[in-house]
């Protein structure tokens, strides 16, 4: 038995230090090595309310059962269990005791025995609690991560973040403790018997804003707003900023996997005929299996708490945005330092960066400057003796220039980046050999060499089909000539220094055959170009032939790109233009291709090649205009609400003026940010506005925008519909050449171009407008932005959808529960498909979740769960199984395994042409069949479901099959109806089954096949047994044969049964309770309702504390009036046990409750409980939060009810109202607390003819 015993999983823990002798704690059982202790149980419930607001202050909360293990008897003892429920605990100390006794006898020595033991214990946790909070090494997340989860039931894979304590603002303020997780955010309080829960999903947060305390005193506040309107307000936070970026980064990377989940197309750049079985394959490998081989002891490695991470990844991706890295580069090591540039004597004072590629330095002082220098371009390395610093580093690169970098940091600092830089410089030696082949592809080169026709081959169009504008106006020879100088002094390509005057020459314009290379060093394509070599060529040489979604948008679009400019005119543009195209479709598939990325890429390819231009379009998709270019164009969405914003701010009056006569302004904007003005300026001007763009970020798109606007605002405010504006800022555009002051007498001012003022505007006017300020208002927008796009995509589904009879809030909750299962489903398994259609619909796990978020007993996985933990389904919470506490974990197994065939037989039954997924129509149509078909096609569901050989019949192991399915479906109902029901619809099935030829067999036992169905039914015989009528032979087993019955002796001989359809629907007919389950039972049991929000759990406290409140002052004056009537008494004098008197309905009480995960409260109406204790109930009822509150209250109202049975009795047949009174004051009452329009309805409260008797079983 021992050997077949699993230890159960989230029980055992990390062994911790704690101390024995708890005072909060009572010793249960106890060995030499372990003992077994259990929370105090306490009648004060005022005390049980004072321990449990200690340890919600101090965060302190703690599981009632653990085990502690102690090398000797009064040694430092080490928690190694602890659980919620005693049954997990006994199962956790009945395993130690079979694992661990044995083997602690054999060693002598107390430390040998504590190694022995916390190794083995170690490696349990590690390896049965991968990926959680269980094993991470840092203790306090391991606790708060503990009570984070018992609290709020959540999966034990969810990672906790990090928590706070707070203050939440309801109508009256709580102290607690929030919790950021992966997934939610959750607020937990108990103060003094009140307890709050707040749970709430990062995927449904619309807004944060950072507020001032309530008072307005301190800014120590984050306003929490939901997509629906709901407000949170949480105050006293100490570390209000860390904890709003916290809140930031995990939405932004919440709503970016809601873009993909919510995308009207997916992966549209994948190939029509690709399988993805090679991908299945590498995530379906068994990780068990791989450590086979190593000891089953060896603990695995613990895990860094996920808030590290967290801060890692925000740390990597600044530093990647500020010198324009690779998404592969993290950062390693920073120190303080200066840096000397050869001979010269200027100085810089900034940061030195290093990660695994490239050394950065950064000065932001009057005399700036950015160098970001790939380590395969430095030649060598020397340590130079330097008075001012410690460490001094000589560099020198590839092109012989020398940097000087005197490190100021401290020794231990150094030391340890100088070592890190002499591991990674040994790592590019392979990249440092493929660097001369890459260098001759820069034009930069061959100006320096004087030879500047070299690169002419391989380099953009224009070099063929000459670039745009006239090279005299443009003055392309005076501005080569300033890049040479500033070549020579400050580097080239990949050794570049961008010093004081890079800025200048940028915004001058850039030389034509130049500008391709500094569009590369600007934006960091050149860095990727020269890490990835060969990989452009090798993806369109691996795609070739193929055809996909995004290549067909592509082939449509190719003559519609700049068809004014000669080379797309031409076969060799067009062909590459469709390369660049190509390729990246190919390298990202999911975003693939989207109208107005031809426009950018063919503008780019005029100056650069195809391999430079795929390169630059991988930067400008996903870094510089993230989200521009995807199916919901969310990230040009998302800019346009942020142009409105700084429009209102800065020219308040145009967008007043602009709101009241209804012009959109993105009508004109969009397409600007879309094409980056290329295809509203003329093409020479529009390539001035990409210079400064790949250089200075998005932030140059608004500033030129704002400036337009500002430029022609009064010809705008003229405008009084779509068309004028419009017109407007066409003519406009036209006239950009013409002189900005044609009418002045100074020639230099005549000289000035309307662009040349539109950029003067744009910096000056605009200057304000900072790639932080763009940044932090694309983090602010964002949520709503991202909720608006997934209503729109929830619109368009939706009118594709065929919804049959279901109603429009019916079909929206189908939708919302199908892309939840679909969203959480993504986010435990860690990737997505790659079948296109595939990432948008239901597979066999997915389904599961889905189904049992909208039938409770279709929650499969809650009965592998130790004792009575129930864990929410997307977010949403559980039902508790109930009358159930003997289960064995061998019948909880045999239940999953029987849940899960069902389930997935009406996956299959759903899965109309068997492709192995099920779309939202398929979904739709399947549970209308369900829930709106009639009786006899829902039986003709469940026979075909079991009728797995497909003959038309059930036998007899099917019909047995048929019987489990509706035992786990079942399961969750009170009462015992069901078991008597399932019994005899296995004895008419076999009784009225078709016998056919006999089987031999030597001998068949029944009992064997009944002891194995009692195991199924939880014993279904002992129940039975009570049951008046029965005698129990008929009840102590399943009657398929005569012997069952207790009439005939056992057979020896088995007969094979076959019933039909027509047979199984007759003894389906038979059966009150199974022709009511099919009728209309089983498709009342999909509840396509909203659920109650957890947060109502503070409401719902509030309004039982007014209710108790005027409960008490309404029972004492309903007590008084009836003293005064000097009504007749016949209970004892004494006050505990006195009692009002009742009318005719006194036998009947009002039952007020709320329903809430965390609230359970039943009060018996004062008229049939005496009023002290009637108090004495509510308190208790109110301080108890224990599972068992509502038999405890029970318990007492029978007391109550015995002790005024008398009473009750002799003013039974009282025609006075006053129990009519008591109901219409508690009605009156309640109305001001009506929750949802309907305070009577929701609360539970019921009339005085239809209340329920407390004394009644």
């Known amino acids: 038995m021992a050997a077949h015993l699993k230890p159960p999983q989230h029980v055992f823990i990390l062994p911790t230090p704690c101390d024995q002798y708890n005072p909060l704690f009572d010793t249960v059982q106890s060995t030499e090595n372990f003992v077994l202790q259990r929370t105090k149980a306490s009648k004060s419930q005022f005390l049980n309310s004072f321990l449990g607001t200690i340890q919600n202050v101090f965060d302190g909360k703690q599981a009632p059962f653990r085990i502690l293990f102690r090398r000797q008897l009064n040694a430092q003892a080490l928690m190694i269990a602890e659980a919620e429920t005693q049954k997990n605990i006994d199962h956790a100390w009945t395993w130690i005791q079979e694992n661990f006794v044995l083997g602690l006898q054999v060693l002598d020595d107390a430390q040998e025995k504590e190694e022995w033991v916390l190794t083995k214990i170690r490696s349990l946790v590690t390896r049965a609690d991968k990926g959680t909070d269980d094993i991470t090494s840092d203790e306090k997340v391991r606790s708060a991560s503990r009570a984070f989860r018992q609290t709020f039931n959540v999966l034990p894979s969810e990672r906790l973040v990090s928590y706070y304590s707070c203050s939440f603002h309801g109508k009256m303020m709580n102290q607690g403790w929030m919790y950021i997780s992966e997934n939610y955010l959750c607020f937990y309080s108990f103060m003094l018997g009140m307890e709050t829960k707040i749970f709430l ?9 950072k507020e001032k305390s309530k008072r307005g005193v301190f800014a120590d506040a984050i306003r929490v707003v939901m997509k629906d309107g709901r407000e949170y307000f949480f105050s006293n936070l100490f570390h209000r900023d860390e904890t709003y970026d916290i809140l930031v980064q995990l939405t932004t990377l919440t709503m970016e996997r809601l873009l993909r989940n919510t995308a009207l197309e997916h992966a549209p750049g994948q190939s029509n005929g690709d399988d993805s079985e090679s991908v299945k394959d590498v995530f379906s490998v068994d990780v068990d299996s791989l450590e086979s081989n190593e000891s089953p002891y060896s603990p695995a490695p613990t895990t860094r708490p996920l808030r590290l991470g967290l801060e890692e990844q925000k740390r990597d991706n600044q530093f990647q945005l500020r010198f324009n890295l690779p998404t592969s580069e993290h950062l390693m090591e920073e120190s303080s330092a200066t840096m000397v540039h050869g001979d010269k004597t200027d100085m810089f004072h900034g940061r030195i960066y290093m990660s695994e590629s490239f050394l950065c330095f950064i000065c932001t002082e009057t005399n700036p400057c950015v160098l970001a220098l790939p380590l395969f371009t430095i030649r060598r390395v020397e340590r130079m003796n330097s008075r001012s610093a410690m460490y001094a580093l000589n560099i020198l690169t590839w092109h012989q220039m020398r940097l000087v970098f005197r490190l100021n940091g401290p020794r231990t600092q150094c030391e340890k980046f100088c070592s890190t830089l002499k591991t990674n410089l040994k790592l590019q030696v392979r990249a440092m050999r493929s660097l001369k082949p890459f260098l001759a592809t820069c034009f930069s080169e061959a100006l320096l060499a004087d030879r500047p026709d070299v690169a002419e081959k391989d380099s953009g169009l224009g070099w063929i089909f000459e670039f745009p504008g006239d090279p005299k106006k443009l003055k392309n020879k005076s501005k080569t000539k300033l890049w040479l100088q500033y ?3 400050n580097g080239r390509n990949l050794t570049m220094n961008k010093a004081a005057t890079f800025p200048k020459l940028i915004r001058v314009g850039l030389p034509n055959k130049l500008r391709g290379e500094v569009w590369e060093a600007c934006s960091g394509s050149l860095y990727l170009r020269a890490m990835n070599p ?14 996909s979604l995004s290549l067909e948008e592509i082939e449509k679009d190719l003559n519609r790109s700049l068809p004014e400019y000669e080379a797309y005119q031409a076969n060799q543009g067009i062909n590459r233009l469709r390369n660049v195209l190509s390729a990246y479709a190919w390298k990202n598939p999911d975003l693939g291709y989207c109208q107005a990325m031809n426009i950018v890429t063919s503008a780019i390819l005029i100056y650069q090649s195809e391999e430079q231009a795929f390169w630059t379009l991988n930067v400008l998709c996903d870094r510089l205009l993230p989200g521009y270019y995807s199916t919901s164009m969310y990230g040009a969405l998302l800019d346009q609400t942020i142009l409105e914003h700084l429009l209102e701010k800065t020219m308040p009056i145009l967008s007043k003026h602009l709101k009241k006569v209804d012009v959109q302004l993105s009508v004109a904007c969009l397409p600007w940010f879309l094409s980056l003005f290329i295809n509203s300026m003329p093409l020479v001007y529009a390539f001035r506005v990409l210079d400064c763009f790949f250089f200075e970020g998005p932030k140059v798109l608004f500033q030129i925008s704002l400036a337009i606007l500002k430029v022609n605002g009064d010809e705008l405010l003229a405008s009084k519909d779509d068309g004028a504006f419009m017109d407007v800022l066409k003519k406009y555009f036209s006239t950009l ?3 900005a002051f044609p009418n002045s007498t100074n020639p230099k001012a005549r000289a000035l171009t309307k662009f040349n003022e539109l950029m003067l505007v744009a910096y000056k006017e605009f200057e304000s407008v900072t790639a932080e300020m763009v940044a932090e208002l694309r983090r602010n927008h964002q949520l709503k932005v991202v909720h608006n796009i997934g209503s729109f995509t929830k619109r368009s589904q939706l009118r594709n959808i065929t919804p049959g009879k279901f109603s429009k809030d019916e079909m929206s909750v189908i939708y919302d529960r199908f892309y939840s299962a679909l969203f959480y489903g993504r986010s435990q398994s860690g990737r997505g498909s790659s079948k296109q259609g595939e990432a948008r619909a239901l597979d066999a796990n997915t389904f599961v979740s889905f189904l049992g978020s909208i039938a409770h007993w279709a929650q499969v996985d809650d009965d592998q769960m130790e004792g009575d933990e129930v864990q929410p389904i997307n977010g949403l919470p559980q039902h508790r199984r109930r009358g159930s506490t003997s289960t064995t974990s061998t019948a909880r197994e045999r239940r999953r395994v029987v849940g899960k065939h069902f389930v997935s037989r009406l996956f299959d039954r759903f899965d109309d042409n068997g492709s192995g997924i099920l779309s939202l129509q398929e979904v739709t149509t399947g549970l209308g069949d369900i829930i709106h078909g009639d009786m ?27 019987s489990e399915s509706l035992l786990f479906i079942y399961r969750y109902d009170d009462g015992d109806t069901y078991l008597p029901a399932i019994s005899n619809f296995i004895r008419n099935a076999f009784e009225f089954a078709e016998k056919v030829e006999p089987v031999k067999k030597e001998e068949f036992v029944v009992e064997d096949e009944d002891e194995d169905e009692d195991d199924e039914n939880d014993g279904v015989k002992e129940k039975k047994d009570t049951k008046e009528g029965e005698s129990g032979t008929e009840a102590s087993s399943v ?19 076959q019933m039909s359809l027509p047979s199984f629907r007759m003894v389906v007919l038979a059966d009150e309770t199974l022709e009511r389950f099919f009728d209309s039972g089983f498709s009342a049991s999909f509840k396509l309702l909203e659920p109650l929000d957890r947060q109502r759990g503070l409401f719902a406290r509030e309004v039982f504390d007014s209710l108790l409140s005027e409960g008490r002052k309404l029972a004492g004056s309903i007590a008084g009036g009836i003293q005064g009537r000097g009504r007749p008494h016949h209970a004892p004098t004494s006050s505990s046990s006195s009692s ?13 409750s709320e329903k809430q995960d965390t609230d359970a409260v039943v009060v018996p109406a004062a008229s049939s409980i005496p009023v002290a204790a009637a108090d004495a109930a509510a308190v208790a009822v109110a301080a108890d939060k224990t599972k068992d509150s509502d038999d405890d209250l029970e318990k007492i109202s029978r007391e109550d009810a015995d002790a005024d049975g008398d009473e009750d009795d002799e003013d039974e047949d009282d025609e006075d109202g006053d129990g009519d009174d008591l109901l219409d004051e508690v009605e009156k009452f309640l109305t001001e607390f009506d929750l949802e329009g309907g305070g009577k309805k929701d609360l539970g409260l019921t009339s005085a003819a239809g209340a329920v008797d407390p ?3």
């Open 936 to 962: 006899m096609s829902r039986m003709q569901l469940f026979f075909d479901m079991h009728d797995l050989n497909k003959d038309g019949t059930l036998n007899r192991d099917e019909i047995l099959g048929m």
């Open 1039 to 1057: 009657p398929s044969t005569p012997k069952a019955t207790g009439t005939t002796p056992q057979p020896q001989e088995e007969f094979e049964i």
């Open 534 to 547: 060969g990989e452009y060529a090798k993806l369109l040489k691996d795609n070739e032939g193929k055809m």
């Open 201 to 209: 999903e990062l995927k449904d947060i619309g807004d944060l804003q």
């Open 487 to 489: 070549f020579k002094d």
């Open 1140 to 1152: 009002l008197p009742t009318a005719d309905t006194n036998k009947s009480t009002a039952s007020i």
């Open 737 to 739: 050449d013409e002189s």
């Open 1255 to 1257: 004394t009644s079983p």
